[in-house]
């Protein structure tokens, strides 16, 4: 019988051994994987999101006069909104117009003083006087120059020239025989009158104010002050 020896087998080492093993592994994931996964169209049908359609305050599906309502509401509430909007507007600008007035109110009383009413004298010797005086004192504030004279001087002058009358007139002494007569209640004759004439003052030289007020400012530039003449002057 013919000898004959058989091929050993090859022997596989322990690292072939171990890729062999994780090939095989991989393939097992790789057909479980595609067995498992759904197809790209199932997905996109799954994963899409449904449709939300809007309900009512009942839970069910909104009609079309449901949305009419709706939207009649929310102009409703657009028109009130706007509407609150103006009249507040209106309201503040109204508010501001009556402050400006108010303010021109108290601008304007601030600047219009009240006239104060002009005093009133009594129409004899004793008012003449004080009118007189209050002349002359006036002219001293307006010009820093007034007409200087009292109470007592003036009426002392006016007892001696006239006795207290206004139409009193000399007809004898030396001006009355010049033809100016002086004339009265200072006896002033007329040339001197119309010289020393104050303003604002009536120009009549029987007067009372008029003449008490020349007599005076003519007394002041001669003598210094009608208090300082105690005789014809």
């Given at each position: 019988m013919p000898n004959f020896t058989l091929p050993r087998p090859a022997r596989i080492s322990r690292g072939q051994k171990v890729s062999a093993a994780l090939v095989a592994t991989a393939s097992c994931a790789a057909?479980?994987?595609f067995t498992a996964a759904p197809s790209n169209a199932q997905t996109t049908a799954a994963d899409a999101p449904a449709t939300v359609k809007?309900?009512?305050?009942n839970g069910l599906p909104l009609t079309a006069k449901d949305r009419a309502d709706d939207g009649k509401k929310a102009q409703q509430a657009a028109s009130s909104v706007t509407a609150g909007h103006l009249k507040v507007t209106a309201v503040e600008k109204q508010g501001h117009v009556a402050k400006q007035a108010a303010n021109r109110s108290v601008e304007r009383k601030?600047?219009?003083?009240p006239k104060a009413a002009p005093k009133r004298y009594a129409n004899n010797l004793d008012g003449w006087i004080r009118e007189s005086l209050s002349i002359m004192k006036a002219l001293s504030i307006m010009k820093d120059k007034g007409i200087p004279g009292s109470y007592e001087g003036l009426h002392r002058n006016i007892m001696r020239e006239s006795a207290g009358d206004p139409n009193a007139v000399n007809d004898w002494d030396?001006?009355?025989i010049n033809g100016v007569p002086s004339k009265g209640l200072l006896q002033v004759i007329q040339p001197t009158f119309d010289t020393y004439?104050?303003?604002?003052?009536?120009h009549k030289l029987t007067d009372?104010?008029?003449?008490?007020?020349a007599a005076a400012n003519y007394a002041a530039h001669?003598?210094?002050s009608?208090?300082?003449v105690n005789s014809a002057y």
């Open positions: 057909a479980l994987a809007p309900v009512s305050a601030a600047i219009a003083k030396i001006n009355a004439h104050v303003a604002g003052t009536p009372p104010i008029a003449n008490i007020t001669r003598y210094g009608i208090d300082n």
